[in-house]
């Protein structure tokens, strides 16, 4: 890992939950994780971004891991574009459009055998299970029961796949922010996109009523393409909703919580 002095000053180009994004030379930007972030975290996103590369997907390719400032980060390929998200709220009328696209996009990714260097799902989504400190106690051997029953698959799987982390580049779409990448069942991958793009309605992190409704549109065109393109599944997609939202609450999104619990009393 290379460690530079970097000028911070002129502020960055985005700022997200865990990183701020920066110019990087040409045709580069840095990814500079939060202060206090650990390094293997960031060593860990550069291996799996490239395990992902090598699918062939659209994908930014991912290259040093340095330490700026005492903070670390991952330098990428620069996409100039707009997230997907953006674009429907700014033109709601494209929301089939848009909606069918993420379902390609989604079903082009299931269509990879995952690498075996990439995570198990399975794994993952215990960890999570058990990490969630909110989840009653007896729904937890429950919903562990219930995932003890449902199949695991071989495919990989984004983890955080909505359409915030679709970008729209004059080059075309590319997916991006593959920390959460697995091994595993599409269908689980699916429902754990329906859960995100749900709770940011059932929660009101989306308020308005008009984007709410746009939201709640775009969801349900995606799962029907989605379906169209990958037959089958859609009674299995059901069973896996109450465990991706129990996982979920692993997360400590507070205004979530409520609805993520009475989502996981499904099981």
């Known amino acids: 890992m290379n460690t530079q002095i970097f ?13 701020e994004v920066y110019p990087w030379g040409e045709g580069k930007i840095l990814k500079l994780y939060l202060p206090g972030w650990d390094p293997r975290t960031v060593r860990y996103e550069a291996r ?5 590369q090598a699918s062939g997907l659209p994908v930014p390719a991912a290259y040093d891991v340095v330490e700026i400032n005492g903070r670390t980060g991952l330098v990428y390929d620069r996409l100039d574009g707009e997230d997907m998200i953006a674009v429907l709220y700014r033109q709601p009328e494209r929301v089939e459009l848009l909606a069918r696209s993420q379902a390609e996009l989604h079903a082009q990714i299931h269509d990879r055998v995952a690498s075996l260097e990439i995570p198990p799902q399975r794994q993952r989504l215990i960890e999570k299970i058990h990490q969630a400190e909110v989840l009653p106690a007896e729904l937890r051997p429950r919903i562990l029961k219930a995932l003890a029953e449902l199949p695991d698959g071989d495919r990989l799987c984004h983890g955080d796949f909505h359409a915030g982390n679709i970008l729209i580049t004059p080059g075309g779409e590319t997916v991006i922010d593959w920390i959460d990448v697995t091994r595993g069942n599409p269908l689980a991958d699916v429902a754990r996109s329906v859960i995100i793009m749900r709770g940011a309605v059932e929660a009101g992190l989306v308020s308005d009523p008009q984007a709410q409704a746009v939201v709640l549109s775009f969801c349900d065109i995606y799962l029907r393409e989605y379906f169209r393109l990958r037959p089958g599944g859609e009674e299995e997609y059901q069973r ?3 465990l991706v939202a129990a996982g979920r609450l692993s997360e400590n999104i507070t205004v979530l919580q409520g609805w993520l619990i009475e989502m996981a009393k499904a099981a």
Request: net charge positive.
């Open 7 to 19: 000028d911070l000053s002129s502020g960055p180009l985005a700022v997200g939950r865990t990183a």
């Open 48 to 52: 799996m971004a490239r395990a992902v």
């Open 240 to 242: 896996w909703l109450p």
